[in-house]
C-alpha cells in the first residue's frame, strides 16, 4: 500500500511537471500567433488604404464624367426638341407618299383580280392540257427509247464494222501471207518435180507441174515449156540438195498427216485437214488431196477467198484423171486464221 501511494504521488508530480510544460508551449504559442496577427493586421490596413485612395481618385473621375454627361444630356435634349419638328414634317411627307403608294397597290390588286378571274373561267382547260402534256410526255419516253436503241445498235453496228475490218485486215495479210508461201511451195515443188523428172517423159513433167499450179498460172506455164522443154538446173534452182531435202521432209510430214487422218476416219467419209508451214492441205478418204493455192488477180477480184486445187495421187502415176477446181468448195470446211472454204 505504501508502495503504491509512493507511486502514485510520483505519478502525479510528473503529471504537473508535464502541464506545466504544456502552458508554457502554449504560451509561446500565443505569443507568436498573436504576433503574426499584428502584422497581418497592419498589411491589412495598409492595403485598405491604399485601396480607399484608389476608389477615391475613382469616384472622382466618375464624379467629373457624370457632369459631362449631363450636360451632353441637355444638349441632346435640345437637339432632339429642335429635330422632333422635323423629324415629324418628314413622316408626315413619307405617309402622304405611302398613301399614293397604297392606292396604286390597290389598283394593280384590283386589275390582278380581273385577271384572277379570268383566269379561273379559263381553269377548264387545264385537265386537257394535262393530258396532252402527259401524251407528249409519253411521246418524249418513246422517242428517248427510239434514240437509246438506235445508239445501242449503231454502237454494235461500228463495234461489228471494226471487228468486220479487223478480220478484213487480218484475212488481207493472212492471204498475203499464204501468197507468199504458195509461191515458195510451188517454186519448190517445180524444183522437186524438175529434179525428179529428168528421166521421164515431157507430157508426164508437164502435167505433174500443171497439177499444183493456180489457174493463172496454167497458161504462163504451158507456154513456158513449150519454148524451153525444161530449164538449166544451174541457173534456176541453186542448193537443189537442201531443197529436196526440204521437199522429202514436207511429203514425209503431209504422209505422216495423211495417213493419221485415214487411221482416225476411216470409218466416214471425212475430210482431213492438215495445217503445214508450207500451206493447207485437204485429204480425201479416196487417196485424193486438196490443196488450198491462192492466186493474185483471183484474191484482187474477191479479196483472198482461196482457190482449191485437187490432185488425184493414185492417177498421177498414170497421167490421167486429174483436174483443177477454180470454184470454193462447200462439201468441206477448212478454217485457217479466219479464212473458210
Do not use: W
Request: net charge neutral; glycine share 4%.
Amino acid at each position: 500500500m505504501i508502495v503504491t501511494f509512493r507511486y502514485s504521488i510520483s505519478y502525479f508530480i510528473d503529471l504537473r511537471k508535464k502541464l506545466a510544460e504544456c502552458n508554457d508551449e502554449l504560451m509561446r504559442t500565443l505569443d507568436e500567433q498573436r504576433c503574426i496577427h499584428e502584422a497581418e493586421i497592419e498589411r491589412l490596413s495598409r492595403s485598405n488604404q491604399i485601396q480607399c485612395a484608389n476608389l477615391d481618385s475613382k469616384l472622382a473621375e466618375a464624379e467629373k464624367v457624370l457632369e459631362e454627361l449631363i450636360r451632353d444630356k441637355k444638349n441632346l435634349e435640345a437637339t432632339l426638341s429642335k429635330d422632333t419638328n422635323e423629324k415629324v414634317a418628314e413622316l408626315s411627307k413619307e405617309i402622304s407618299s405611302l398613301n399614293t403608294a397604297l392606292e396604286i397597290k390597290s389598283t394593280e390588286i384590283k386589275t390582278l383580280r380581273h385577271s384572277n378571274a379570268k383566269l379561273q373561267l379559263k381553269v377548264e382547260e387545264i385537265p386537257l392540257k394535262d393530258i396532252e402534256i402527259s401524251k407528249l410526255k409519253h411521246r418524249v419516253r418513246e422517242l428517248k427509247i427510239l434514240v437509246d436503241q438506235k445508239t445501242n445498235t449503231e454502237k454494235v453496228l461500228t463495234s461489228k464494222f471494226e471487228e468486220l475490218q479487223r478480220s478484213a485486215r487480218n484475212q488481207a495479210v493472212m492471204s498475203e501471207s499464204m501468197l507468199k508461201e504458195n509461191d515458195l511451195l510451188r517454186y519448190k515443188i517445180e524444183e522437186m518435180e524438175s529434179s525428179t523428172s529428168e528421166g521421164e517423159p515431157n507430157s508426164v513433167k508437164t502435167n505433174c507441174a500443171i497439177k499444183y499450179r493456180s489457174p493463172q498460172s496454167l497458161n504462163v506455164c504451158s507456154t513456158r515449156l513449150c519454148q524451153s522443154e525444161r530449164r538449166p538446173i544451174s541457173s534456176t534452182i541453186p542448193h537443189r540438195s537442201s531443197q529436196s531435202h526440204g521437199d522429202v521432209m514436207t511429203r514425209s510430214v503431209i504422209s505422216l498427216y495423211l495417213e493419221q487422218g485415214r487411221n482416225r476416219f476411216s470409218k466416214g467419209n471425212i475430210d482431213t485437214t492438215i495445217y503445214t508451214p508450207e500451206g493447207t492441205f485437204i485429204a480425201k478418204d479416196r487417196g485424193c488431196s486438196q490443196r488450198l493455192s491462192f492466186d493474185d488477180a483471183h484474191d484482187a477480184d474477191d479479196e483472198g477467198t482461196p482457190r482449191l486445187t485437187r490432185t488425184n495421187e493414185q492417177s498421177s502415176v498414170t497421167g490421167g484423171n486429174n483436174y483443177h477446181e477454180t470454184a470454193s468448195r462447200t462439201t468441206g470446211t477448212v478454217i485457217d486464221s479466219g479464212i473458210s472454204v
